[in-house]
């Protein structure tokens, strides 16, 4: 395995070589006196293609052009000056948050943003347009302003300071009643562990509660909380996890369309609008441990109707989503909720005993891992 530094410098080459090269294409055209033009990728679920051997969503062929005109002139300077502020970047060094490049913005006189949705829509856009070159928003030196999760349990995060390759040794058992907190930017890290799978696990509470009670000791594995849909940063960390180590990576998430369609599908999959990327956060190896529809009645759970949204959620992963449609039993579960037309929340378990979870409910799941949902 390379070193982080060693990667990083060939990331960052990989980066500057496509961002000079887009910016000598348009210089090239203005000196045949053509309009420029920069192509980006359609991001949308429309453009998306589902590869299960690959076990992520792939953006499809879908281009959108922007051209150099009077109607486009000050999106087109903003485009160019993102791009020289990532090529800046990385040849100093640092880093930019969301925020930061809006207010880098207001030294460029005309080409400065007005609000910051309006530069966050720019950077996705070379994002999109450099993820072609194997290039993502952090390799271009944008990162979130949101840090990830939490981990706790058997695991060893070596974390290398890039400058002067000094190595810190963290040990995510050490953490007391807290937990590791994933940093933004995770492509120095490396990992070691005895552990035997990965769990990921919806909410804060949950999490805290196994890892009070240190689960991760009892069942040899490693916790990470996911905080809702997990964050760029929390996906990253898993891949990098899964692919180092190759250890199974389970999802615990509420039995609801979204936390099936979204947060679940989001970490295995990915999603549409962010397909371009899909190749370095999602985590196709994970599977979805619970809760299911079945475990309401298996398990008695207390339930909340489903609304109107929740059933619109569902219904729409049926007829539109990809990768729910190929799996049939994906396809049975979400009838089946819908059918039952009520949901179920992790804590609902909670009604067995403040403990069921540990004590019984994820031992029964993890001696049937073969019966899990793909």
């Known amino acids: 395995m390379k070193s982080p530094k060693t990667e990083k410098a060939r990331l960052d080459r990989v980066t500057v070589k496509a961002i000079k090269g887009a910016a000598t294409e348009i210089a090239n055209k203005i000196d045949r006196k053509e309009k420029p033009e920069v192509s ?95 290039v993502s928003r952090e390799q271009l030196r944008y990162v979130p302003d949101e840090h990830g999760g939490s981990v706790a349990g058997e695991l060893i995060v070596y974390d290398t300071d890039l400058e002067t390759g000094k190595t810190e040794k963290i040990d995510c058992t050490k953490f007391g009643s807290g937990a590791y907190s994933i940093p933004s930017l995770v492509e120095q890290l490396t990992f070691e562990t005895p552990a035997k799978f990965v769990l990921c696990i919806e909410t804060g509470g949950m999490f805290q509660r196994l890892q009070s009670h240190k689960f991760w000791k009892k069942s040899h594995c490693i916790l990470i909380s996911m905080a809702g849909v997990p964050t760029r940063a929390t996906r990253r960390f898993v891949r990098r996890l899964s692919d180092q180590c190759r250890i199974p990576v389970y999802a615990f998430v509420d039995c609801d369309p979204y936390g099936i369609s979204n947060i679940y599908r989001t970490l295995k999959v990915g999603s549409g609008n962010a397909a371009h990327v899909n190749q370095f956060f999602c985590v196709p190896k994970t599977r979805f441990l619970g809760v299911t529809p079945q475990d309401i009645i298996d398990y008695k759970l207390p339930t909340h109707p489903l609304k109107d949204v929740d059933v619109k959620r569902a219904r729409d992963a049926l007829k539109n989503d990809p990768f729910f449609r190929l799996h049939k039993p994906w396809e049975k579960a979400l009838r089946q909720m819908i059918k039952m037309g009520v949901r179920a929340e992790q804590q609902a378990l909670a009604k067995w005993g403040l403990n069921y979870v540990i004590d019984e409910y994820l031992p029964n799941k993890l001696s049937r891992t073969s019966k899990f949902l793909p």
């Open 40 to 134: 980006f990728p359609v991001r949308s679920l429309s453009n998306v293609k589902y590869d299960p051997k690959r076990g992520y969503f792939q953006i499809g062929e879908g281009r959108s052009l922007r051209t150099l005109t009077v109607n486009t002139a000050k999106t087109f300077a903003q485009t160019m000056k993102m791009m020289a502020l990532s090529k800046e970047l990385i040849e100093t060094s640092d880093f930019a948050t969301k925020r930061d490049a809006y207010y880098q913005s207001k030294n460029w006189s005309e080409a400065m943003f007005d609000e910051q949705s309006e530069s966050d829509t720019v950077m996705d856009d070379i994002e999109a347009m450099f993820s072609v070159h194997g």
